[in-house]
């Protein structure tokens, strides 16, 4: 089975450049996740979606950030202009059902510089 | 606001040892608790999940607990290997959102 597949693997890029993350969640999961994780802050959610609906997205920092899921099987989330602080690792989980195991992707590691 | 503290923030044991990892978190209304594993590099995999009306949880070598009322957690590997050297997170499930601790970096030495 296919887990949870994200791109790029890694991203270095310029500050003010835009940035696309990708993900593929696992097939039937309704519940898509898009995480980031810092040395300083850890683990944090973003935003999450059900049914390709965004249903919180309280953790998205700024305006600079946003997430599409236009269908069951892509998601992106996408940041312009890009800053510095914006530099971690990015992740995308999915699982079937709210409360249910999530399953990770390996990551997108962003640099901007 | 929920926070989840995991301590150590690292350690290191010889192969072949029992050890407990712990985690606390500050707000009792949850719905269920989780153990990650991440190795260097990797994305999160699920471990062990714990519902909020349960005691434990075992799967082969691991065994997780659960005092929902004392806010604790622990995470008991049996028969260390030098395979289950990764880092361990722990992560309570609310009514919002799953709020991850920072983690234990374990290093099982042969």
């Known amino acids: 089975d296919a887990g949870v597949i994200q791109s790029p693997r890694h991203e270095v890029t310029e500050m003010g450049q835009e940035v696309t993350l990708r993900c593929k969640p696992i097939?039937?999961?309704?519940?898509l996740f898009w995480y980031r994780q810092t040395m300083m802050r850890g683990l944090e959610l973003l935003i999450y979606?059900?049914?390709?609906?965004?249903?919180?997205d309280s953790g998205m920092p700024e305006d600079r950030f946003s997430a599409k899921m236009p269908n069951a099987s892509f998601s992106t989330l996408k940041i312009q202009p890009s800053e510095p602080r914006d530099s971690a690792v990015y992740f995308c989980?999915?699982?079937?059902?709210?409360?249910?195991?999530?399953?990770f992707g390996d990551g997108t590691r962003l640099s901007i510089l | 606001k929920q926070e989840v503290t995991q301590i150590p923030a690292a350690l290191s044991v010889p192969e072949g040892e029992n050890l407990v990892l712990n985690c606390s978190f500050t707000?009792?209304?949850?719905?269920?608790l989780q153990w990650f594993r991440q190795d260097p590099g990797k994305g999160l995999t699920s471990l062990l999940l714990?519902?909020?009306?349960?005691r434990e949880q075992t799967s082969g070598r691991l065994n997780a607990s659960l005092d929902k009322s004392s806010g604790r957690s622990t995470l008991y590997i049996a028969a260390s290997q030098p395979g289950d050297s990764a880092t361990y997170l722990c992560?309570?499930?609310?009514?919002?959102?799953?709020?991850f601790g920072q983690g234990t970096r374990l290093t099982i030495n042969p």
């Open positions: 097939s039937g999961h309704d519940y």
């Open positions: 989980a999915s699982g079937f059902g709210r409360y249910q195991p999530q399953h």
């Open positions: 992560a309570v499930q609310g009514a919002q959102k799953l709020v």
């Open positions: 714990i519902q909020s009306s349960q």
């Open positions: 979606f059900n049914n390709n609906v965004p249903i919180d």
């Open positions: 707000d009792s209304a949850i719905y269920n």
